[in-house]
């Protein structure tokens, strides 16, 4: 059984920077043909796609915020990690790390609520 787990805080001022992890269990992310997802959803936008990470380390970006979000990974550890740069309250949201396999999501973090807030 594949798990995933969004940590990170809750709460982040605007213009700080909002870093979660995702530490992934019953699979490797270096798994071939596999990527590992950021989502995010909000009551304005919906169901939001902010970028992956690939089996191989290639990162690919949601171009409307590809200036503001990193995503790296650790192998050592089995996670991967978001970074999105001066966030705003546009940036509030519920996000989920997920799994892809052949272009469909098919596991899911149980999201993790953020709020921007001074």
């Known amino acids: 059984q594949v798990q995933l787990q969004e940590s990170g805080p809750g709460l982040v001022k605007p213009s700080q920077t909002l870093s979660l992890t995702c530490p992934v269990s019953?699979?490797?992310?270096?798994?071939?043909?596999?990527?590992w997802s950021w989502i995010r959803q909000s009551p304005e936008k919906g169901l939001e796609w902010l970028g992956d990470i690939a089996y191989d380390g290639n990162a690919y970006y949601n171009p409307s915020l590809k200036s503001s979000t990193s995503i790296s990974r650790d192998t050592s550890k089995n996670q991967f990690s978001l970074q999105l740069n001066s966030v705003t309250s546009e940036d509030a949201a519920v996000y989920y790390c997920v799994r892809t396999q052949v272009s469909e999501i098919d596991y899911w973090g149980q999201g993790t609520q953020v709020t921007v807030s001074s």
């Open positions: 019953g699979d490797s992310i270096t798994t071939i043909d596999e990527a």
